[in-house]
């Protein structure tokens, strides 16, 4: 039996960093060694100070203080990493394709297929290799058909281990999930290696949170439980303009559905739209992946998805041009919150960034205030969609240290992500510094509306 006592982890991003460093704690006698190419980031990681590791999540710092140089350790020797170890997690980024057939559409996988000719050319002893990023469906294939034909004689096994952490919450997430998942093949070599994960999580979490399917099921119930949690914010979204249109409320009503127990009451909050990482994505995939097949049904209908979540995030931005008479061109529009949810630094397909390019393309100015996004992220997010030149970005969009400045002189203030420490500020405070008829959009319904009414503002929240 295959028992591990060292772990390489290629990719030190939001999904490697948190899940090795849950793993180095929760497991003391295994070496866990997490590897990047990108030289910052793995500074970053080693920074004395843990507070500077270069993802926020509630809880991290700690369990990197507690483990890091115990038996975690962060490096860019990629080789040796690999070849010290028993088990390579799989963890680099699969963004969708920006070019080329599948563009816009299928998971580019570029990276992949170079870290698993990496991992064939530096092995020298026998390994177990684990998909943790998402993956469309049969990639274990593609991964395994490299280290077969291009690797040094050495046996590798191929698991896929879709990873379900949420971020904002990934440390309790790790510690305590739901289940786990591992696919592996159904023959005695394959069985061994998931038996070895199995091993491996079985130090904390229950066995029989521990599900094993065939790799092909693992792959796709990855993606099939995004697209189920994306398509439930749709659905509310898509019931919250509704609602805007009779004297229903989203709120009331997303309550009264989900105290249906076959219903429940997770994933129902209406917002100004999902974003981060995975959800847009792994949609995309299946979306490609049917189509690629000619299931032209099971496409269109996932797509609608997606369509309608794109639809949210322009309507709130529309919904403040009309509601600012028609026009923001030289208005200021202050921003509270840019990452795509809160607790998070992670800004990947924050509706934020949608919103702003649509209110920039209607000439308005932008002051963005987050508590955890860095200003250089939020240029290059907006850069990235290639909408202007960075110096007109530069020039429409400021970003403030401080709330109270951010939305003193605004016309209107939009709540794009749902910190907590918004719901608490001194609105009275604020309203004084508008400019008037003092707007709120709400687009987290997460502000005492009724409490800035009798202040002076006008408020439009989500569905309602
Ligand atoms: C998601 C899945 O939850 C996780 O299991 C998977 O591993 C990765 O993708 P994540 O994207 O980190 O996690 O965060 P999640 O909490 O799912 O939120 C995604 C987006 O949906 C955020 O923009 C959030 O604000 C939005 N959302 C969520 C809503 O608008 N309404 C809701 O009710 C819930
Ligand atoms: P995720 O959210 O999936 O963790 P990130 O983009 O945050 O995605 O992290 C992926 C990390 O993988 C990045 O830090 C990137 O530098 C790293 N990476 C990509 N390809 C390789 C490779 N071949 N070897 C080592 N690291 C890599």
Request: charged content about 25%; some cysteine.
């Amino acid at each position: 039996m295959t028992k591990i006592t060292s772990i390489c982890c290629i990719g030190a991003g939001y999904v490697g960093g948190p899940t090795m460093a849950v793993v180095a704690k929760q497991c003391p006698h295994i070496k866990v060694t997490i590897v990047d190419l990108n030289e910052a980031r793995i500074a970053a990681w080693n920074d004395v100070d843990v507070n500077n590791i270069p993802v926020y999540e509630p809880g991290l710092s700690e369990v990197v203080a507690e483990a890091r140089g115990r038996n975690l350790f962060f490096s860019t020797d990629v080789d040796r990493a690999i070849e010290e170890a028993e088990m390579v997690f799989i963890s680099v980024n699969t963004p969708t394709k920006t070019y080329g057939a599948g563009k816009g559409m299928g998971a580019d996988l570029k990276w992949i297929e170079l870290c698993a000719r990496q991992i064939a050319r530096v092995s020298k002893t026998d390994k177990i290799i684990v998909e943790k990023s998402t993956l469309p469906v049969r990639t274990a294939e593609a991964v395994r058909d490299i280290l077969h034909n291009t690797g040094n004689g050495v046996n590798f096994q191929v698991l896929s281990n879709p990873e379900f952490l949420a971020e904002g919450t990934a440390v309790d997430d790790l510690l305590n999930p739901d289940r786990v998942l591992i696919g592996g093949d159904a023959n005695p070599e394959g069985q061994e290696a998931v038996q070895a994960l199995v091993d491996v999580y079985a130090n904390w979490i229950p066995r029989e949170r521990i599900l094993t399917t065939n790799v092909w099921s693992s792959e796709l119930s990855k993606l099939v439980a995004n697209a189920y949690l994306a398509q439930r914010i749709s659905s509310i979204n898509s019931i919250s303009e509704l609602c805007e249109k009779t004297e229903a409320n989203v709120n009331e009503v997303a309550r009264a559905i989900g105290t249906d127990s076959r219903i429940g009451p997770k994933f129902l909050k209406a917002s100004v739209g999902f974003g981060g990482s995975c959800f847009q994505k792994d949609i995309l995939n299946l979306v490609y992946i049917s189509r690629s097949f000619g299931l032209q049904e099971v496409a269109d209908y996932w797509e609608q998805v997606i369509i309608m979540n794109d639809h949210q995030k322009k309507r709130f931005a529309l919904n403040i041009v009309k509601d600012l008479y028609n026009t923001v061109s030289g208005k200021k529009i202050a921003f509270l919150g840019w990452a795509f949810k809160k607790d998070t630094n992670d800004t990947r397909e924050s509706a934020a960034i949608y919103v702003a390019d649509e209110l920039l393309n209607e000439q308005a100015t932008i002051q963005v205030y987050d508590p955890k996004v860095e200003d250089k992220q939020i240029y290059a997010d907006l850069d990235y969609l290639g909408t202007r030149s960075p110096d007109l970005n530069k020039k429409g969009v400021t970003v403030s240290e401080d709330p109270y400045a951010a939305c003193a002189d605004a016309h209107a203030i939009a709540v794009l992500t749902e910190w907590d420490e918004f719901i608490d500020y001194d609105w009275q405070r604020i309203y004084d510094g508008m400019l008037k008829p003092a707007k709120i959009f709400d687009g987290r319904n997460i502000l005492d509306h009724k409490k800035l009414r009798a202040i002076g503002f006008k408020v439009s929240g989500i569905g309602m």
